[in-house]
């Protein structure tokens, strides 16, 4: 765009380790083709801020401060408020536009590529350079504390150092990563469910203070540190905690496994792991939803190697493994059984 200062950045899809980027522990998402990208200039008619977004076809005029709107908007005006902050600036008389064909609310990393887009549009905007590394941190900053969304840090990591056709394995304690090549026989299909969920509503903030609860109670620093759940924590922990405290670790087992499966190109096992993930997110961790369920189930029974919830649950999509020369088969065949059902 013409005058503009532009900033891109992708989605993901998580393969697995759902809920362990705030436990410390490993996940492996993908980047996806899809992304937002953002186009922020000077402009001396506007006193403020004026933020336009394509997709709700929305112009919000807003100042930069540490005061929420409390909507998508938000991610903009936390990545503003910090990066103004960083360098001592007074952002003022700045036109942005937003455009993105990555889904909104459907657990495909929106939020961290609407805030990694906006930051990077305001780098080149104000001629400032940042290392990856710190821009992770800035992004997650706006998520974590202007925001206060509690998630970890895989969307940011993801969106910056992810790739499209190798996932990224990320040890979310020490940051320490590799990329892993996929084979072009097998395809991750995101399917979203068509119920939406809102993360800003606090269910991912309460899941994480339970984990920080159940952590003290085992004298432990995060629940990652742990193999297994044996004698002593069943008993000092409620039934409840037990639950999460075992999706946490066992979980944390199949991100590791699944890796070395990746590695070893052996689908059919990194799919068993996908389906031990999703039951285990749903009975344990208690974040799918019946839609989400039946999506899972109907995969599985046409030939998916295995298929999981993606992000944070509550609503949104699954992702399934399968052999390519079947997708547009499983697609037919989930559209005749879930007719609301969108591919990505
Ligand atoms: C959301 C958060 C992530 C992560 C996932 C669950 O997407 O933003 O940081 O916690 O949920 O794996």
Not at 195 to 220: A, F, H, M, W
């Amino acid at each position: 765009m013409s005058n503009f200062s532009d900033g891109e950045a992708f989605g993901r899809v998580n393969l697995m380790g759902e809920h362990l980027d705030y436990n410390q522990g490993c996940v492996i998402p993908l980047q996806i083709n899809k992304s937002v990208n953002v186009h922020v200039k000077k402009d001396s008619t506007i006193e403020g801020i004026k933020i336009r977004s394509e997709n709700f076809d929305q112009e919000i005029f807003t100042s930069v401060s540490k005061k929420k709107l409390n909507d998508w908007a938000d991610f903009i005006k936390g990545s503003l408020y910090l990066f103004g902050k960083k360098y001592n600036l007074n952002i003022c008389q700045l036109c942005i536009e937003v455009k993105s064909n990555l889904p909104i609310g459907i657990g495909v990393s929106s939020s961290a590529a609407v805030t990694v887009s906006t930051l990077r549009a305001l780098y080149s905007l104000y001629n400032k350079e940042i290392k990856n590394s710190e821009l992770v941190e800035l992004a997650h900053s706006v998520e974590k504390d202007f925001v206060g969304v509690a998630g970890g840090v895989m969307d940011q990591f993801a969106s910056i150092y992810g790739s499209q056709n190798q996932a990224l394995f990320l040890d979310t304690k020490s940051n320490n990563y590799d990329l892993i090549k996929l084979s072009e026989e097998y395809v991750f299909l995101i399917i979203d469910s068509g119920k939406q969920r809102i993360l800003t509503d606090g269910s991912l903030n309460l899941k994480k203070e339970y984990c920080k609860k159940i952590s003290n109670k085992l004298n432990v620093e995060n629940l990652c540190i742990l193999d297994e759940v044996d004698d002593h924590h069943r008993k000092v922990l409620t039934n409840e905690e037990l639950d999460l405290a075992k999706h946490v670790i066992y979980e944390n087992q199949r991100s590791k496994l699944g890796k070395i499966a990746l590695l070893e190109n052996d689908f059919k096992t990194f799919g068993t792991l996908m389906t031990q993930s999703h039951n285990s997110l749903r009975d344990l961790y208690r974040v799918s939803t019946s839609e989400l369920d039946l999506l899972v189930e109907l995969c599985n029974s046409f030939g998916s190697l295995g298929s999981k919830l993606t992000g944070a649950g509550f609503g949104g999509a699954i992702v399934t493994l399968i052999k390519k020369e079947l997708v547009e088969d499983l697609k037919m065949f989930i559209v005749e059984n879930y007719p609301n059902a969108k591919f990505l």
